[in-house]
């Protein structure tokens, strides 16, 4: 490939001549682990073959920019949290820009503001925080007085722009739903209480009970796993009165099918499921899940565009962030058994 001479070789120059995607290109770059070991090589070759480099001092002494984007993240296993890092990164490339990452283990403020610290220390333009704050971090808040900072799922600081999904309403969209099918009351499997979604999850669901003029269970305390769920699934299944149940994500859900299935409870004719998240597997459970699909991958794109906005001062007003859950009805939810047995 011939590259015009009044420019050098960019990401995604690099990104056609090997034959991937500039995110990969931009995850080789910056050490990614999750790149396979024969396309590294082969984006390395590219950029041999290039001579392509990334001049951060130049780039910065002309623009007053590095064209980093600092993203912290909290440190899980769970398929929604990747979905949204993989879009930052993917439509980071896309725009040229890097992502330096910091994954944290704790959501205490030090590790937090440490965290946000060394970012800003290293070069970033600006800050994506995808973790789930509760309180606002008065270090965070100071920084993001001259550093822009994009907070998704989490409080908002005064210096801060946060992005995130009603959680109250992707509650009240699954709880409304089973009892729109007959049920009496819903039950509901939260996620930890130190997540503030979970939090918002269960408030949502205990106001939509209330508002019905329904009784509210007690909560069922999971922490995101599928473990968690199966061993409160089995405990679901010892509860004569639980015909419904709302389970506060996708993968806690599994462990709860598995738990009723091995307990000899059918789904959805002696309980009925609703989950959160809408991820992959979830059409292929069995059965399927009812779930309330979130825009992941959205949301992790409109973060970049939001925070890059704002550091080119843009005059324009930000677009609105309008993403909204949306109900998903698969096989996991049914009448009641009283409502089935009188058909």
């Known amino acids: 490939m011939s590259i015009p001479e009044s420019r050098p070789p960019g990401i995604r120059d690099v990104a056609q001549l090997a034959g991937v995607s500039p995110q990969t290109v931009s995850r080789v770059l910056n050490g990614h682990p999750s790149v396979k070991p024969t396309t590294r090589e082969t984006v390395k070759s590219a ?3 290039l001579g392509y480099h990334r001049n951060y001092a130049a780039r910065s002494l002309s ?9 912290v993240m909290f ?6 949290r990747s979905i949204v890092v993989n879009s930052i990164e993917s439509e980071s490339a896309a725009l040229d820009h890097s992502v330096i990452t910091s994954s944290i283990s704790s959501m205490d403020d030090a590790t937090i503001d440490a965290a946000v610290q060394g970012l800003v220390d290293r070069g970033a333009d600006g800050i994506i925080l995808a973790v789930p704050m509760i309180n606002s971090s008065p270090v965070v808040a100071r920084i993001g007085n001259t550093t822009p900072i994009v907070t998704l799922d989490g409080s908002r600081a005064e210096s801060s722009e946060l992005l995130v999904i009603d959680q109250a309403l992707v509650a009240e969209l699954a709880t409304t739903h089973l009892l729109d ?3 009496e009351t819903v039950w509901h499997l939260s996620g930890p209480h130190d997540w503030i979604e979970a939090i918002d999850r269960s408030e949502g669901w205990r106001r939509t009970l209330e508002r019905a003029g329904r009784s509210v269970p007690p909560e069922l305390q999971g922490d995101w796993t599928p473990q968690s769920g199966y061993k409160n699934g089995l405990l679901a299944a ?3 009165e639980l015909t ?3 389970v506060s994500s996708d993968e806690m859900a599994f462990g709860v099918i598995r738990a009723l299935h ?9 309980i009925s499921i609703v989950s959160v998240d809408n991820i992959a597997l979830a059409e292929f459970s069995s059965p399927s899940l009812t779930t309330v699909a979130q825009p992941f991958k959205m949301t992790g794109k409109l973060a970049v565009h939001r925070l890059l906005h704002t550091l080119q001062d843009s005059k324009e007003p930000a677009p609105p962030f309008s993403l909204a859950p949306e109900l998903l009805v698969r096989a996991s939810t049914g009448k009641p058994p009283a409502l089935r047995d009188t058909l």
């Open 47 to 49: 950029i041999e073959q």
């Open 262 to 270: 091995e307990s000899g409870k059918r789904i959805p004719e002696d």
């Open 238 to 240: 010892r509860i004569p």
């Open 181 to 183: 099918l007959g049920h």
């Open 63 to 71: 623009t007053g920019r590095t064209q980093i984007i600092g993203l």
């Open 75 to 80: 440190n899980t296993d769970s398929y929604a």
């Open 244 to 246: 419904a149940l709302f």
